[in-house]
């Protein structure tokens, strides 16, 4: 049978079979047939085939993850599918199941609110949903089933508190609610669960204190409330449960102390965790007496005092992690640590530490993995003998008082992927036997004393990310083989040095870099032509050195820069216009060089903070704080005769008065216009005044999270109520996150031009500072009642405190009217504003739904305003990113590759915005990776098999055959337009306005056919 989209005829079938005799059961066991076959419908994803054989040809019982009774044939005891891949609602028939013990379906991709029928199980032991979707309340009535042993529902969505009758469940042994967004306390009356062996709830955001009662499970082993917001003290009674194995409450606001006699109230303890919180005092010595202890993690607290000597009793310790503490000690423990032999994990890093670096760090066992000890006040040099450690992967000893040369034999380290050696006082070469490592990704030798040559051999470290040389005494060339590593992405310096020479035509080959610093050195030569390779550089730093020649327009390219520094140079003749082109410069010091002409007026060029040209004595123009000459127009050379002198006189003369003429008839003709510009003028003003921090602030009421409705790249948005009364929505910009004002800027200038019905209307803007001095920014609009489409196509995001609940879905006619509102949106940007305008993030969060359900197309933080000659595919735009920016899922293929801005780029993004209103299916889900997309899933299903990807709810429009058949043929015809408009290729997809055109004329199809049928 397999999927069956039509879920009406589903249930008229469920209906008709239970009044017939079932082939292969008896009337005793139709009802857990119906259940099954209910849990069946509901779900619409099954990409294993599991649930095909889920039919007549066999009975029930031998359908696959079911077990029936023995005692009671047919009565279903068992349901266990996990990891199948499973994706839809869990039917709430399944409460029928009277005779179920075990319900797993763990590691699959349901959704939807777990139903409240699954009360009705009494018999039920084990649940065990976690690893799913499941969004909205624990139901309260679980309570009721009194035989569950288990309660398994981590990594889900569920939201509101936790029920405090989860207290009367006698005989439940594990309860996991990790991983969800459960608020509040943590019921006293789970202490009243007597026979509880874990209990894990880390990573919700639950408040208060950890209750007293806890300390009531005599029988508890596994304690885990990591990664929320407790306060207050730890119960001390609850460390006298002697039988606990393990006890995470790191992440927390925890205060207080650990007490003394831990180790021996809780001798069984293999897993002790209380990292990130407030808790003070020493750490107690007591805990070498759980010889059990594998992990001990207590970093990131306020910690004082020695570190226990004998930690070597602990033979099991597979992690110490002591770091962030205040922890004034040596070094003499690590000694001990020697007899540890499965030491994996080692870590003191910022606590104070003084003292040598003992030799007996060699000795440590050969599984350990990672060592953290940096910033301390850490003396001595490095061992020769730490080349044992082979099975190393991270060795940071940066920020000490280590002296010395790096030993040869740090080489020996083949697996290690980070090291840092920074801000110490090693001397003498880098050792080239550093080339052996080549798994190493980051490399950090900067601020030391090393001197001689860059080793050619870190040509062979063909992982490296991230390389720091800097402020050091290097000398001689930058190695060609180090230019060639194009795996370098993160940054690259060798600032601060006494390199020499030329920077290498290699330097193409950092294609992926972002951060490039050769300041302060002796390079010479001109900048060479290959660096229009690197595109994605944020950063250039090439200051202080000896480079001559113009200023190469091979920077052009880089779009991406954000600081750009080349001062004290030789740099010579004009300074480019280019650079007032690059869209995201924030910083350009082009000082102490030897640049004459003009200085441009746009870009970064307006923001004299961040420009720099002092030292270039031949430079004019520019804006007035940058405080240089006017420019002069050349003069000729030449001598005049008395002749050409009274040609010249009189030619200028009749010039002038051309131009007088001229003023006089421009002056009257704008005359004539003055009443309506200036009219155009205030209207602009008005809808533009601004409105004061304070005033935001008591709207929002000190922007509450109780009034937090969404969260984008740039900000957070709250509802507010001004003071006029007026209902509005507030987006708080994140100054601190990058191209925030960017955004600001780019919604004002495009939505303060710009009017329709289907676009957000921006009311206000805030821009001032916060009661800290910081600067804020803010953006305020109309509040649309209905919130946004992604909240309505994917309801498992909406909170239970939502008003409209379970009810909330959009019916067919309704998603077909706001996809047209859209469209209508996207075709007068591109076509109805002069000059066009690209959105560049059409998403569903980016639709916001007003109270009569008409969309408003919003967030224009990443719109571009392009020409009518550049709305062309051939040539794309003025503007172009050197990162592909907006949402995944709905950036076109193209952008991948370097293409600029594009009518044809919104083009894409709707139609695959269409395709998941009427799939229900996010275009960013796991089984689009890696070769599939919505696009090619849809096409692929057209058009026999269109009705087995429509949205169940939709289906659920059907209630006959008639009406199945007018959704189906509705439904391909949508399909054909979001496939036609997310073609690959820029030039394949459909015209917006023929979009449109198709889209009315489905509706008016379906609703013609819709009236036929009622009649």
Known sequence: MGKQPFLMLNFALLWWWSSVIIPGACSQNQTDWLALASFRNAIHEDPFGVLSSWNDSTHHCEWPGVLCSKRHPGRVTSLVLRSRGLGGFLSPHIGNLSFLRVMTLQNNSF????????????????????????????????SCCLNLETVNLIDNQLVQGIPSDLGSLPRLIFLGLSLNNLVGPIPPSIGNLSLLQQLSMEKNMLRGEIPKELSRLERLLFLQLAYNKLTGEIPPSIFNISSTTYFSVSGNQLTGTIPSDIGTTLPSLGDFGASENLLTGTIPSSLTNATSL??????????????????????????????????????????????CSNLEFFSVRSTLIRGSLPRSISSLSTSIIKIEMQNNHIQGSIPSTLGNLFNLSLLNLGNNFLTGRIPDSIGALYSLQALSLAG?????????????????????????????????????????????????????????????????????????????????????SLKNLAILDLSYNRLSGSIPTSISSCLRLEQLHLEANLFH??????????RGLDELDLSNNNFSGPLPNFLAELPLLKYLNLSFNELEGQVPEGGVFLNTSAVSVSGNKELCGGVLELNLPLCKSLRSKKSFSPKSIVISITAGSLVCLALLLLCVIIFYRKKKQTTTNASTLLSFENQFLRISYEALLRATDRFSET???????????????????????????????????????????????????????????????????????????????????????????????????????????????????????????????????????????????????????????????????????????????????????????????????????????????????????????????????????????LPDQAMDIVDLRIWSEAGNRQQEIKIRDCMISIFEVGVACSMESPTDRMDMTVAIRKLYSIKASYETKERRTSM
């Open 707 to 941: 009034n937090l409705i969404g969260r984008g790249r740039y900000g957070k948005v709250y509802k507010g109520i001004l003071d006029s009364g007026a209902p509005v929505a507030v987006k708080v910009l994140n100054l601190m996150q990058r191209g925030a004002s960017r955004s600001f800027v780019s919604e004002c200038q495009t939505l303060g031009t710009i009017r329709h019905r289907n676009l957000v209307k921006i009311l206000s803007v805030c821009s001032s500072v916060d009661f800290h001095g910081n600067d804020f920014k803010a953006l305020i609009y109309e509040l649309m009642a209905n919130e946004s489409l992604g909240e309505w196509l994917h309801p498992r995001t909406i909170g239970q405190d939502d008003e409209h609940g379970e009810s909330r879905n959009l019916r067919l006619v309704q998603r077909l009217s706001i996809a047209i509102d859209i469209a209508t949106a996207i075709e007068y940007l591109h076509k109805g504003c002069f000059p066009a305008i690209i959105h560049g993030d059409l998403n569903p969060s980016n639709v916001l739904l007003d109270h009569n359900m008409v969309a408003r197309v919003g967030d224009f933080g990443l719109a571009k305003v392009i020409t009518t000659m550049s709305m062309g595919v051939q040539d794309q735009g003025s503007s172009t990113s050197t990162a592909v920016r907006g949402s995944i899922g709905y950036v076109p293929p193209e952008y991948g590759m370097g293409h600029k801005v594009s009518t044809p780029r919104d083009v894409y993004s709707y139609g695959i915005l269409l395709l998941e209103m009427f799939t229900g299916k996010r275009p960013t889900e796991e089984a689009f990776r890696p070769n599939l997309n919505l696009h090619s899933f849809v096409r692929a299903a």
């Open 424 to 508: 110490n006082m090693f001397t003498g070469e880098i050792p080239s036997s550093i080339g052996n490592m080549t798994l190493l990704y980051i490399l950090v030798l900067n601020s030391n004393n090393l001197q001689g040559y860059i080793p050619q051999s870190l040509g062979n470290c063909m992982q490296l990310i991230g390389l720091d040389l800097s402020s050091n005494k290097l000398i001689g060339s930058v190695p060609v083989e180090i230019m060639g590593l194009f795996s370098l992405s993160i940054a690259f310096s060798l600032a601060h040095n006494n390199l020499s020479g030329s920077l290498p035509l290699q330097v193409g």
């Open 111 to 142: 959704c939807g609110e777990i139903p409240s029928q699954i009360g009705n199980l009494f018999r039920l032991h084990h649940l065990t949903l976690s690893n799913n979707s499941f969004g909205g309340p624990i139901p309260s009535n679980l």
């Open 294 to 339: 594998e992990i001990l993690v207590l970093g990131n607290n306020s910690f004082h005092g020695p570190i226990p000597k004998n930690l070597g009793r602990l033979t099991s310790l597979r992690m110490i992690a002591l770091g962030l503490n205040q922890l004034q000690d040596d070094l003499s423990f690590i000694s001990s640590l020697a007899n």
């Open 549 to 558: 020649g113009q200023i190469p327009g091979a920077l052009r390219p880089l």
